[in-house]
């Protein structure tokens, strides 16, 4: 305006911007890549392929908070792990992947936010060492991960709005025998109204499914490398979140992780909860 030749008042302009909402920061944070992005968005096209994890949260009758982390699989929607913790680490998330991977096999992809608990140094030698490749999403940005945030809104409508957690030990049992229900007996109108667990047992066996069942039968190298890092991570666990250490068979389908409020066993087992 002034190089137009008008005589105009910084103030008044500055509020004038601040009531239009023209404000811009001068300070803005930088952040940094964390990992290879497209401009097409990788979409999972088979079983194992690309799996999701995310964290949502929620709290206890007494008002403290619990953090909930979930694990799916973005082709046959089934929910892997739901975890319940009053703190999740890196080595929280990595035990269950781990024991997610010892049932289900191991995925090619994983799809995350940018967590600290996906981001972590220990999270990412893991991941490397196990040769699974991450996939972030931009900052700010949920919709990247349309699918996990689909199956956040199922269960918290279905289950965290309707139930009311006295402890951590309950809301385990709780979340565990939903996310069985949900795998188990509820369709899921894209697989074509079948459940998740009749959806992927329909699909052909593909070469990362072979290569899964070698892994499971100790064939691969790199699985067994990766509990060993587990395990030297066990320290780092005992320090900053508690106790944390496989059950006395470290290869079953559950772990124990022992919390303030005592030792909990979590099954990863579908069938644990069968009628």
């Known amino acids: ?31 940094r890549r964390l990992g290879p992005r497209n401009a097409q968005r990788l979409r999972g096209e088979r079983r194992n392929q690309v799996w999701s994890w995310d964290l949502i949260y929620d709290q206890t009758e007494q008002g403290r908070t619990l953090r909930i982390l979930t694990l799916m699989d973005e082709f046959t929607k089934q929910a892997l792990a739901i975890h319940v913790g ?14 997610a991977i010892e049932r289900y096999g ?3 992809h994983v799809r995350s936010d940018n967590g600290p608990e996906f981001i972590a140094k220990a999270s990412q030698d893991w991941l490397e060492k196990t040769d699974i490749k991450t996939l972030y999403i931009q900052p700010g940005s949920p919709w990247e991960q349309a699918f996990i945030e689909s199956f956040h809104d199922k269960l918290r409508d279905e289950c965290l709005n309707r139930e009311l957690f006295p402890s951590l030990a309950e809301a385990r049992i709780i979340l565990e025998q939903w996310r069985v229900e949900y795998n188990q007996h509820r369709p899921h109108s894209a697989l074509g109204y079948l459940i ?3 959806f992927s047992a329909q699909q052909t066996p593909t070469g990362c499914d072979r290569a899964n069942e070698r892994l499971k039968n100790g064939d691969a190298v ?3 490398k990766s509990a060993a890092l587990v395990r ?3 320290p ?17 389908r559950a772990f124990s992780q022992r919390a303030r409020s005592g030792a909990i066993r979590i099954s990863l087992d579908a069938d644990a909860y069968s009628p």
Do not use: C
């Not at 500055?14 to 952040?31: D, I, N, S, T, Y």
């Open 1 to 31: 305006m002034r190089r137009r030749g008008r005589k105009v008042n910084s103030k008044r302009v500055q509020r004038v911007r601040r009531e239009a909402g023209l404000q811009v920061r001068k300070k803005q944070k930088r952040r």
């Open 86 to 99: 009053y703190s999740i680490r890196a080595v929280d998330a990595i035990t269950v992947l781990e024991a």
């Open 106 to 108: 191991a995925p090619q």
């Open 196 to 198: 998740p667990n009749q």
């Open 222 to 224: 790199g699985f067994a």
């Open 232 to 234: 030297d991570l066990s």
């Open 236 to 252: 780092i666990a005992s320090i900053r979140t508690g106790r944390l250490a496989p059950t006395s068979q470290t290869r079953t």
